[in-house]
């Protein structure tokens, strides 16, 4: 992951879910380089986010493939094409610079660009944040809205709060590596799959977890930004006290597109309008995919997103290259370049 500064590319791709990841691999054979950028602080969009355990079943050649497992594999292949990540930050300026695309993202970091692949899924997504006092001076080191490494985790005391997917799978999944787990939920029930939440109720029986249910978050103890305890109340307002050393709060994320509504892509309802045959935005050399793009009869699923990668690719070799014919060939022929 690289911090602020200037950088050249031929293709800035916004967005490191399943379809901006596979849109470096489809530039990387065509011998175009990639920079992504991406709001989360780690790659994998939703799947990551979200749903990380959650198996997925349409996913041609993996008859089932957990969201993370996807990701992990997703980064392997595009590997040998060394993209340059810009993680935490979103892109909030994106202006035309004779030639190029100048892109500005909330750190000061500066991208210019021959093609922009825009796969930013709904928009920039944001943790939906527990409304506690002083909790900024706790993220990224103690407070957490995603896990990409569930070693940091091992042998620490943890508070998982929420009741949907990514709370119940996060605290069956760090039951193997924790000291001590307890989950908070405001409800006697989880919003979870039934599988999840009866795998998640045995561990509870079993005295590996403890369900500390109906509570809500209501402060946290700690200083210097190092965590103590979380304090957690009733709806009648009981409080009580969990020493912990992070605190996981799995309360979704929040999507908006942002400034992407002042790029001139003619975005409405959340989404940008394409030609489906090159994904070409209104903008000339801005192509949009997977959940973000238009087009009559468009299906919402992973596999379109990587179909649309590849359009998007194609085209933005004639972007880059405007004087080089581009022949297309099989992987099977081509083999990955470099390799």
């Known amino acids: 992951m690289t911090t602020a500064g ?16 596979f849109a470096v691999f489809e530039c990387g054979m065509l011998k175009l380089h990639c920079h992504v950028i991406d709001a989360l602080p780690a790659i994998g969009g939703q799947c990551t986010a979200l749903y990380p355990e959650k198996p997925i079943y349409d996913i041609p050649a993996a008859p089932e493939v957990s969201a993370a497992e996807l ?22 300026a994106l202006q035309r610079r004779e030639d190029a695309w100048e892109l500005v993202t909330s750190r000061g970091t500066s991208i210019q660009a021959r093609a922009v692949i825009l796969a930013a899924g709904a928009g920039a997504f944001g943790p939906n944040r527990p409304p506690l006092a002083g909790i900024e001076a706790y ?44 989950v908070v939920h405001r409800r006697d029930r989880f ?78 309802n959340g989404v940008i309008p394409v030609d489906p045959a090159t994904c070409a935005t ?14 009559p009869r468009k299906l919402k699923l992973i596999l379109t997103g ?6 998007a690719a194609h085209a933005a070799h004639e972007i880059v290259h405007p004087d080089r014919a581009l022949h297309f060939e099989y992987s099977t022929s081509t083999g990955v370049p470099g390799q």
């Open 6 to 21: 200037k950088f050249t590319t031929d293709v800035a791709v916004i967005g490191a879910g399943p379809a901006g990841l």
């Open 71 to 92: 990701i992990a594999r997703l980064q392997a292949q595009i590997a040998p094409f060394a993209p340059r990540f810009h993680l935490n930050q979103q892109v909030v």
């Open 139 to 182: 993220e990224g080191r103690c407070v957490h809205y995603l896990v990409s490494d569930r070693e940091r985790f091992r042998s620490q005391r943890l508070v998982i709060a929420g009741g949907g997917d990514s709370a119940v799978d996060w605290a069956i999944a760090l039951a193997e590596v924790a000291a001590e787990i307890h």
């Open 191 to 268: 919003r979870a799959a039934p599988e999840s939440a009866a795998r998640l109720a045995q561990l509870a029986a079993a005295g590996k977890i403890q369900l500390v249910i109906p509570y809500q978050l209501a402060g946290l103890e700690g200083d210097g930004g190092r965590l103590s305890a979380v304090l957690v109340k009733t709806l009648e307002g009981e409080q009580r006290s969990i020493a912990a050393d992070h605190l996981l709060a799995f309360f979704g994320l929040v999507s908006k597109l942002g400034p992407i509504n002042d790029w001139g892509l003619e975005a409405r």
């Open 282 to 295: 209104a903008a000339p050399g801005v192509f949009a995919i997977g959940d973000i793009a238009a087009y």
């Open 306 to 311: 990587f179909a649309e990668a590849a359009h």
